[in-house]
């Protein structure tokens, strides 16, 4: 897609949602994957609002992958880069079109008070699934719904039932905007999640062919069970797409990836489970999977994030359609439905 004057548009919507002002320092943090239409787009936006921005480009990664071991998530060419955190640390906001990992940098940026926008999809995307201003409404009704909740249950006709205890650790959002100091966000979006007690997760987990795994950016065709124990998948069981899990997995050796990681539900009625197939798997990524509205997105993997005891480098997102999900006896989504979110809202 070129650079038009509808991305344009969509990047002046952006920036008004997160509240740019004139008065306040930028950086755009881009790299050799960013988008070329994203960083023109937003660059001329900026200009347009007059806040004086930095083009801060992130040169190669110093990390170099163990022989045979893949990198799925993990520091990137931000680590260790005292420049480049020093700039974001002294900015208002920072729109990353690079995907800086959510790890110890990003921290101690947010940490400084720096809000920061991340946009990694493709330009239709952006466009199509724009935020607006009432998501957030929403996306904050469904996590009064889940932030002093004791228990989690997750049951859908294929024939996933899972339970887990909350109260650990803390929910996240994602609306598509960072209104806030501090606060981060990542545009396209719009879910609720929280991540479950340590050791609390029981249950089964049933794929249904339909199902999205992220990274792999494919639909599983042959129905996979997990079976959840103690908080971890204890075992993975079924044809072809249950042997290219496990041995993904696998790959890793690291048994903290089999962890059960955040669980919650997405509330963005522009997004569809179908987009994925459409798209190359270098255009996207994933976020139409990740938010569309009423899937459950199951996740293992690491928790260090959010104060947990858990690294590793090993992190599935799992959107399934069709679930439903109750808190604390509460129905959230009903066989695919949100049912809690607009409820709470007329409360
Ligand atoms: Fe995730």
Redesign the pocket.
């Known amino acids: 897609m070129a650079l038009t004057f509808t991305l344009v548009e969509g990047w002046r919507h952006l920036l008004d949602l997160c509240q740019v002002r004139e008065d306040e320092s930028v950086v755009l943090l881009h790299g050799d994957a960013s988008y070329p239409e994203h960083v023109a787009a937003a660059k001329l936006e900026l200009a347009r609002i007059g806040a004086p921005t930095v083009m801060l480009q992130l040169g190669e990664s110093a990390r170099r992958p163990k022989s045979g071991k893949l990198i799925a998530l993990g520091p990137t060419a931000l680590a260790g880069n005292k420049a480049a955190i020093a700039a974001m640390k002294a900015a208002d906001i920072v729109v990353d079109l690079f995907g800086m990992y959510r790890g110890a940098e990003q921290h101690e940026i947010q940490a400084a008070g720096t809000r920061v926008i991340l946009v990694k999809e493709p330009p239709e995307t952006f466009l199509r699934l724009l935020p607006q201003y009432d998501d957030k409404r929403r996306v904050e009704a469904a996590k009064r719904c889940l932030e002093n909740a004791r228990t989690m249950h997750i049951t859908s006709k294929a024939g996933t039932d899972l339970r887990v205890e909350l109260g650990e650790f803390p929910c996240l959002t994602q609306y598509g905007f960072t209104d806030q100091p501090g606060r981060w966000d990542h545009c396209p979006s719009t879910f609720v999640a929280i991540w479950p007690n340590e050791l609390s997760a029981n249950g089964t987990v049933v794929l249904a062919p339909g199902t999205t795994i992220l990274p792999f950016k494919s639909y599983v065709r042959t129905p996979v069970t997990l079976t959840i124990r103690d908080g971890f998948i204890r075992d993975i069981a079924g044809d072809f797409d249950a042997q290219y899990l496990r041995d993904y997995m696998a790959s890793f050796d690291d048994p903290e990836g089999y962890a059960v990681a955040?669980l919650g539900w997405g509330l963005n009625r522009n997004a569809r489970w179908t987009t994925l197939g459409l798209q190359d798997k270098f255009q996207t990524n994933g976020m139409d999977s990740r938010c569309f509205y009423g899937n459950f997105m199951f996740?293992t993997g690491q928790n260090a994030d959010i104060g947990g005891t858990r690294h590793t480098a090993c992190?599935l997102?799992i959107p399934m359609q069709g679930c439903s999900i109750t808190v604390d006896g509460q129905a959230m989504v009903i066989d695919g439905d949100v049912v809690a979110d607009e409820q709470k809202v007329r409360a």
Request: net charge negative.
């Open positions: 955040h996740s992190h997102d």
